[in-house]
């Protein structure tokens, strides 16, 4: 065998193991920057949609370390044009020395005129507000939000929602018990 084969042969060998294709993936994948828990928990969501983010670089650099906040937030539409409001993005000290930070400023959306006609009248015809579920990075670069279109859940069926989570969370410990013994 000649050297060089030998060190392909070898290298192969030595290379780190594949991913499983089976292998679980989690509920929140490394491209989330932040998540609105409190939304799903308030309202039911009929429609989510996709929205791009008009953002300053020192926005940028604070959401790539992961100071941001969506948990007080909400989309309003004004002019024929979606804003995200209460959404904090906490400045850096070394990123925006020279630059006057508004960390609650708010902040553009990017949507197809079509989708916002469509979000205009179910909101004035139909009373559905509009909340930002998540903040994430799609394709490395470019910041997206995901906003659901929904209505507000009464006290009853937050009550519904909590016992049916304990309820699962209960029965997968009755069954990894089961399974153990």
């Not at 400045?91 to 079509?114: E, G, I, Q, W, Y």
């Not at 209505?151 to 929602?161: A, F, I, L, P, S």
């Amino acid at each position: 065998m000649s050297s060089a084969n030998s060190k392909l042969a070898n290298r192969a060998y030595n290379s780190p193991p594949m991913a499983k294709k089976n292998a679980k993936k989690s509920k929140n994948p490394p491209a989330t920057i932040a998540r609105n828990k409190r939304a799903t928990f308030d309202y039911k969501f009929e429609e989510k949609f996709e929205a791009g983010l008009s953002l300053m670089g020192w926005e940028v650099k604070s959401i790539r370390v992961g100071k941001v906040n969506l948990s007080e937030s909400y989309v309003f539409l004004r002019n024929g044009e979606a804003y995200l409001f209460g959404c904090t993005i906490t400045p850096l000290n070394t990123a925006s020395t020279h630059v006057v930070c508004d960390p609650m400023r708010d902040r553009k959306l990017l949507l197809n005129r079509k989708e916002l006609d469509k979000l205009q009248g179910l909101v004035d015809r139909q009373g559905y507000s509009i909340v930002p579920i998540s903040m994430y990075w799609r394709k490395g670069a470019w910041v997206k939000i995901e906003i659901g279109l929904g209505k507000g859940k009464k006290e009853h069926d937050k009550r519904d929602d909590t016992k049916e989570r304990e309820w699962k969370i209960e029965k997968s410990r009755t069954m990894k018990k089961a399974v153990q013994q």
